[in-house]
């Protein structure tokens, strides 16, 4: 059973970082693309960064410059940091492992296997 286990979210004041963890378990995905999303109450999921196999690494606008993914193949764990954060950037932030089906990096469609969420939320 493939399965993937969000850590490291929590309250944290506005300019203050975080750091995400997401470890996989069930079958290794050191040849996968692995990605973050977030979803704030209201709003549809959205993408956040996103890490190949090569570990070329693209990022949304919104973060780019203040948010970091990384990965580590040996421990098949993916990484978030966070730093500079706003309370734009308070959500549930999931972990992901593309799939097939050729669909854009950016997109939920692109992904089979999702963690649960893990919350984060920033204070102003």
């Known amino acids: 059973q493939v399965q993937l286990v969000e850590s490291g979210g929590g309250l944290v004041q506005a300019g203050g970082s975080l750091r995400l963890s997401c470890a996989a378990s069930?079958?290794?995905?050191?040849?996968?693309?692995l990605g973050w999303f977030r979803q704030a109450p209201g709003k549809e999921r959205e993408f956040v960064a996103r890490i190949n196999w090569t570990g070329g690494t693209a990022y949304a606008d919104s973060v780019k410059g203040r948010f970091t993914i990384s990965r580590d193949n040996a421990k098949n764990t993916v990484y978030l940091q966070m730093n500079s954060l706003k309370s734009e950037d308070t959500a549930v932030y999931y972990c992901a492992a593309q799939g097939g089906g050729g669909y854009p990096y950016s997109s939920v469609q692109a992904y089979d296997y999702w963690g649960q969420g893990t919350q984060v939320t920033v204070s102003s």
């Open positions: 069930g079958r290794t995905f050191s040849r996968s693309g």
